[in-house]
RNA sequence: GGGCGUGUAGCAUAGUUGGAUAAUGCACUGGCCUCCUAAGCCAGGGAUCGCGGGUUCAAAUCCUGCUGCGCCCGCCA
């Protein structure tokens, strides 16, 4: 809780020193407390121990004295005294409570403003996230919606944390896969593709469980498969499919507008899908770009200064590595072939440098198979005088019965998954509620509930973690879940709309609330452990964005909604006829903070559900 | 062969730079809707934190060896 220990810090400093004892790095020893009834900050004493040669116990009981007398002796630690609730030493650790009007008024003080609540001050940082950035060549599955979902997140939550976002889609328009799929728009019918897939036991263009037809990505993916299938057999379609390639990387205009007839309505196919999920991106950059403006050449002339470079016989050339700590069977960087063309990595050094131009910061969020490429491209940027970006990896999402491949047609696509998780959340609305709602009200709740709970499942979880698709918990809507954040939001707006019925202006009585008028020592504990977590809100959204790790940031959410819940049982705000203004104003304080924290990980904040 | 990541109750996960009785959800047992939405709340059972060493007052956390799983080691993207 950095409010409090910012204010605890030097005075336990103070104190540390005129016992003699302030020769440890002690400041980092002072963390939160495990047990929230212990404390909110706690200071274990053992350290102390060998020096002062007294039981930590005792360490911690003679510093609690010191801090009691300093809070009643010291008028001009006023903020210190206010903000103290109680100190004391159990077990060698010496625990400060924060004082419950203390944590009331800063908790409301700071979430009382919609606008402001819930998120961090302005910094002006301009923060450069590429994500997603899948191949165009058929639906978006699963396996890809980990990317996503993740860099989606990493973008809200910069946002909430005060910086300028923009969000970046690095849209492949050359090299093979593109290629392949241009080929096989041009010189494959529909029957055709029908007749390949099926003779190679694939699942047809026709022969799919779910109805897509009309949307690009999910009727050109046959094309892809179709082509890849008939690349196996027929070794002159690779050689034309080759010579396409070639044409592209060299900036052939005719070849790129070809290939971009073809991937474009893919893209939009998977953008409509991703637009479902709340995903949108502020930029999109093509590869072709730094090949048609030279940057690539450019690029390769200057790797080609690097002393770490080498040249193969066929005159392709690369950057050794082995100095840099790369090892593995090989360890060169190609950059440039044989031919004198570029490969895809040296085409992401250059836009990486351009990248570079456009922000403070930059981030990328990668599958964990591309740590090695990424570090290559990061040890070239040095070399070169840039910069190294940030990379944020994940684990791939598999199946049960292993990964997902677009080529194999080993697949969930996210567009069968949302629809199944509307379906589900619909089934449960109706159950609930048919009989007060309309189908429409219930239909756009089934959506929002169903979509959120996707989200939420895979941001729950730590992106280096493993991560298995199961539909049974995909579609989890109980305890742990997006739907259970949610059902806490509306909750609170089921408060406001009962003052509404009743004919009294929630808002009139916040700008007349007076802290002061209230005693808290006697509050139900679930409000008090409401307030903690509120004044963690600020933490757990900083450390979330500074390390990346929304999943964090995901938990704290679980967590606020858990304390709501409890608090909501408690605190009745409207008790025979009277508004209990306290509990409203702390109500509607984590409404805004669980709001925003909603937004932040993509999960919308119905008010009813 | 080498590199990177991962292994926490039956299952799925959390556990910021080492700190108190390892937390949460599902599943399991029992209780709570004349009361702001029970998609909720309360109580209970269930863990040799992969295995062995080491560092430390203190290890799920750090070091080391082993082991299971994943990813990578293309003049592919």
Redo the contacts with the bound molecule.
């Keep these: 809780m950095k409010i409090f220990h910012d204010i605890l810090l030097p005075q336990i400093g103070e104190i540390l020193a005129e016992q003699g004892l302030d020769n440890l790095p002690w400041e980092?020893?002072l963390?939160?407390?495990?047990?929230a009834s212990?404390?909110d900050l706690?200071l274990?004493c053992?350290?102390f121990?060998?020096m002062a040669k007294k039981a930590?116990d005792a360490i911690a009981t003679i510093l609690a004295a010191a801090i009691s007398e300093r809070v009643t002796s010291t008028a001009a630690n006023t903020l210190f005294a206010e903000a103290l609730g109680e100190v004391n030493a159990?077990?060698?650790?010496l625990?400060f409570k924060a004082d419950p009007t203390w944590l009331a008024k800063m908790v409301l003080s700071a979430n009382s403003n919609p606008e402001t609540a819930g998120t961090l001050p302005t910094t002006g940082e301009k923060v450069l996230i590429e994500h997603t950035s899948a191949?165009p060549n058929g639906p978006f599955h699963v396996g890809r919606a980990r990317n996503a979902i993740l860099g989606d997140t990493i973008v809200r939550l910069n946002r909430l944390a005060g910086h300028e976002v923009r969000a970046e889609y690095y849209v492949?328009d050359?090299?093979?896969?593109v290629a392949i799929l241009a080929w096989a728009m041009e010189n494959l019918s529909k029957d055709k593709v029908n007749a390949i897939l099926e003779g190679a036991g694939r699942q047809s263009i026709d022969g799919g469980s779910n109805n897509w037809d009309g949307k690009a990505d999910h009727e050109r993916v046959s094309w892809y498969q179709a082509a890849n299938v008939l690349k196996e057999q027929d070794s002159s379609i690779d050689q034309e499919v080759g010579e396409m390639?070639r044409l592209s990387?060299e900036g052939e205009e005719k070849v790129l507008e070809a290939f971009d007839a073809a991937f474009q309505p893919v893209l939009d196919g998977m953008l409509e899908t991703l637009g479902r999920l709340g995903i949108a991106f502020d930029a999109f950059t093509k590869?072709s770009k730094f090949v048609i403006d030279g940057s690539v050449a450019e690029v390769m002339d200057r790797l080609q200064a690097s002393p770490l470079r080498g040249v193969?016989?066929?005159?392709?050339q690369?950057l050794e590595l082995e100095s840099k700590g790369i090892?593995?069977?090989?360890?060169?960087f190609?950059f440039q072939?044989?031919?004198g063309s570029s490969?895809?990595?040296t085409r992401d050094i250059s836009y990486h440098e351009w990248k570079w131009t456009q922000c403070d910061s930059l981030v990328n969020i990668l599958?964990?198979?591309?740590?090695?490429?990424s570090k290559q491209v990061a040890i070239a940027l040095e070399e070169i005088g840039s910069k190294a970006p940030l990379v944020v990896f994940y684990?791939?999402i598999?199946l049960p019965d292993g990964?997902m491949s677009t080529r194999r047609g080993n697949v969930v696509y996210m567009d069968d998954l949302l629809e199944e998780a509307k379906a589900q959340?619909f089934a449960?609305?109706s159950e609930?509620?048919g009989n007060e709602l309309d189908n429409e009200t219930m239909q756009s709740?089934?959506e929002a509930?169903g979509c959120s709970a996707v989200r939420f499942n895979i941001i729950?979880?730590?992106p280096?973690?493993?991560?298995?698709f199961r539909w049974e918990?995909a579609l989890?809507?109980?305890?742990?879940?997006a739907?259970?954040i949610m059902?806490s939001h509306?909750?609170a707006?089921?408060?406001l709309?009962?003052l509404d019925s009743k004919g009294i202006d929630a808002a009139n009585l916040l700008s007349a609330f007076d802290l002061a008028s209230f005693d808290l020592s006697a509050s139900p504990q679930s409000m008090v452990d409401l307030l903690r977590r509120l004044a963690l809100h600020p933490?757990a959204l900083a450390?979330s964005v500074e390390?990346n790790?929304p999943?964090?940031f995901a938990?704290h959410l679980?967590n606020l909604?858990?304390n709501y819940?409890?608090f909501?049982?408690?605190?009745?705000?409207?008790q025979d006829g009277e508004v209990n203004v306290l509990?409203l104003a702390i109500s509607e304080a984590a409404r805004h903070c669980i709001r925003r924290g909603c937004e932040g990980l993509g999960i919308i904040p119905?008010?009813?559900?």
Excluded: W
């Design positions: 980092r020893m963390g939160n407390a495990r047990e212990q404390g706690a274990p053992f350290p121990a060998k930590p159990v077990g060698g650790y625990n191949n492949d050359m090299g093979k896969q390639v990387e590869e193969a016989e066929n005159g392709a690369y090892s593995g069977k090989s360890t060169k190609f072939r044989g031919d490969l895809y990595a599958g964990e198979d591309h740590k090695l490429q684990s791939f598999k990964k959340a449960v609305v609930i509620r709740i089934a509930v729950k979880v730590a280096d973690k493993g991560f298995t918990e989890s809507f109980e305890g742990g879940s739907p259970f059902y509306t909750r707006c089921s408060i709309r009962k933490d450390d390390n790790r999943h964090q938990n679980l909604a858990i819940n409890t909501y049982r408690d605190c009745h705000i409207v509990y119905l008010t009813q559900m």
